[in-house]
């Protein structure tokens, strides 16, 4: 009696633990999140005062505004304007930029305005192994018709980082994901698992729309594991899902 006591206290603080560290880490992404899309209001802002100007001192301004944003955030891969066929018109990546017009936060913007977009992680064109996603935001006229993308390649490896350095209880497991339960990331040393989806974070965030913490007792095919777990829905949307298994 007392070992099982002793085990459903020492369960109890753990899945306590997890829950403050999920929420923790759902309100770093959030700030992520919402600061990136500043920098995307911002950008756009300062690409309207620019119209005035001759293209070439437009372009060199912008390049400059956009360079200087990256360099405030080590988690910005790159900063980018697309025209609004997709074709990128200024970046702040060396050379010639690379062809973008297929990415999911662009096409996102072709038919209506979804706002602040946020891509799929995939691996970079420019580095190889290197996970990344897009946050976007389309700029329209007056008529509605869309005219110019501004953008965020957002890197996953300085996140990691950051959530690597979070003091968790032995044997758990922190994932953010988005809605439909596609991995962004899942630390620590998962890397392997980024892109891939578990269809039960989506069968449970539909089920607990209505809270912003949610457990459940389940096996996770995908991963391999089984457990306790957790899940932290943040704020922001479209909403990813920081979730801690223990």
């Not at 935001?137 to 979070?166: C, K, M, N, W, Y």
Request: glycine letters at 8%; aromatic letters at 6%.
């Amino acid at each position: 009696a007392m070992a099982c006591s002793s085990y459903r206290s020492s369960l109890d603080a753990g899945r306590q633990n997890a829950r403050f560290i999920s929420s923790l880490v759902a309100g770093q992404m959030d700030m992520v999140l919402l600061d990136v899309e500043n920098s995307l209001a911002e950008t756009a802002r300062f690409l309207a005062l620019t119209q005035h100007l001759p293209q070439r001192e437009q372009n060199e301004q912008l390049r400059e505004a956009l360079g200087f944003i990256q360099r405030k955030k080590e988690y910005i891969h790159t900063m980018f304007i697309t025209d609004a066929h997709g074709q990128v018109v200024n970046w702040t990546g060396p050379g010639v930029a690379p062809d973008i017009s297929d990415r999911d936060y662009i096409v996102a913007h072709q038919g209506k305005d979804p706002g602040v977009f946020i891509g799929k992680p995939i691996y970079s064109r420019l580095r190889p192994k290197t996970w990344i996603f897009g946050v976007s935001l389309g700029l329209r006229d007056r008529q509605g018709q869309l005219t110019h993308v501004v953008g965020a390649v957002v890197a996953l490896l300085p996140l990691l980082e950051i959530f690597d350095s979070v003091d968790m209880p032995q044997g758990t497991h922190l994932m953010v994901t988005d809605m439909d339960g596609r991995i962004y990331l899942h630390t620590p040393n998962q890397e392997q698992n980024v892109g891939r989806t578990v269809p039960e974070i989506k069968k449970n965030a539909l089920r607990g729309m209505q809270s912003s913490t949610f457990t459940g007792l389940s096996t996770v095919d995908l991963l391999g594991e089984s457990g306790d777990r957790l899940r932290h829905r943040l704020n922001h949307q479209p909403r990813p899902v920081v979730a801690g298994e223990f």
